[in-house]
DNA sequence: TCGAGTATGTCAAAGTCCTGACATCGAGTT
DNA sequence: AACTCGATGTCAGGACTTTGACATACTCGA
């Protein structure tokens, strides 16, 4: 394990152990993904939120705004501002009135499917770049890795 | 969280399979690590935008503005709110007028130090139980690999 | 010297997201 | 029936972040 690759040789402090932490790496990461993503969907229109929710939607049409904040990985109310966006710009419907509890599924329009197929060949590209940097046969086990990291901490 | 893509008996892009959704993971990982940072940093009165400013300024004294919004991944801006509530707090110091030059030095004060301190506890014990989840010797390949991440989706 | 280019700090406005709170709905229990 | 409990939708407020813009300050080359 021998990461020589520190490129800071005057810095004050020699003690810089953050640039190593777990945390630090993975927020790095994930930081660039979202940049790219915001970078590449702006030019469909879409915010990342958005897409998300789009994404989740077209894989499990039907969601209620609860629903698709935990597939999301965020509240209620965020999801509540997305879905309210999505539905004025017409890719998103819900039915103003349920017969059964308080929870509205929310479906694709076709309008919503068109811009979903667009985005998705941008972001896909963005994602093969990402996985084209790993070496090969590590894919699995990074998935993986990303699994137990989440299951540890959400205890 | 299984995709199921049963319903759709012929998904229109057999491409994320492939991809094995890697961006979905890693904002799994990333969201469940901020929320148990922000969880354990709220009962030392930070939220984790601050404790990544006091902690990379630990490492780094003397960063400006614009170099801590680079070390932690926001904006000038966003950092020069971070730091301005920082200052009301009287965690961290900046000189209001500089010899050289634009960029104003930020430094932690003592009572900035001793929250710092406090608080890297409580965010070590969460790396740990994180790193504990990782299979032995798997630690390294995967700090390679978020390097490769972000490196790949930085150009 | 002058100019272009780059980096920094700052302001304004908007968007995004969160915490806290409340009311509603269904399921289960008493 | 009345109650508790959990889940949902929603509102209000605040915190955080971003984009866009502008002025200032250094660097470098013509």
């Known amino acids: ?18 640039l190593e932490h777990v945390g630090y790496r993975l927020k790095r990461a ?6 790219a ?4 969907l702006r030019e ?19 969601l209620s705004n609860a629903e698709l904040a935990r597939a999301t990985f965020v ?4 999801m509540n501002v997305v879905l309210r966006g999505l539905q004025d710009e017409g890719l998103v419907t819900r039915p103003s009135t349920v017969d059964r509890g308080r929870a509205r599924p ?15 060949v941008a972001v ?5 770049r990402m996985v084209r940097a790993l070496p090969d046969g590590r894919l699995a086990a990074l998935l993986a890795d990303f699994d137990r990291i989440a299951e540890a ?3």
């Open 30 to 35: 994930h930081a660039a993904l979202r940049a």
């Open 1 to 18: 394990m021998d990461m020589q690759e520190s490129s800071q040789v005057e810095p004050p402090h020699p003690a810089a152990d953050v």
């Open 153 to 155: 901490l959400t205890d």
């Open 44 to 62: 469909h229109g879409l915010t990342v939120p958005q897409y998300a929710c789009l994404e989740v939607l077209a894989a499990r049409p039907g």
């Open 106 to 120: 929310a479906t694709l329009t076709d309008e919503g499917r068109r811009r979903l197929d667009a985005a998705q």
């Open 75 to 78: 509240t209620r109310q965020s």
């Open 37 to 40: 993503m915001d970078q590449v």
């Open 124 to 128: 896909y590209a963005v994602e093969t």
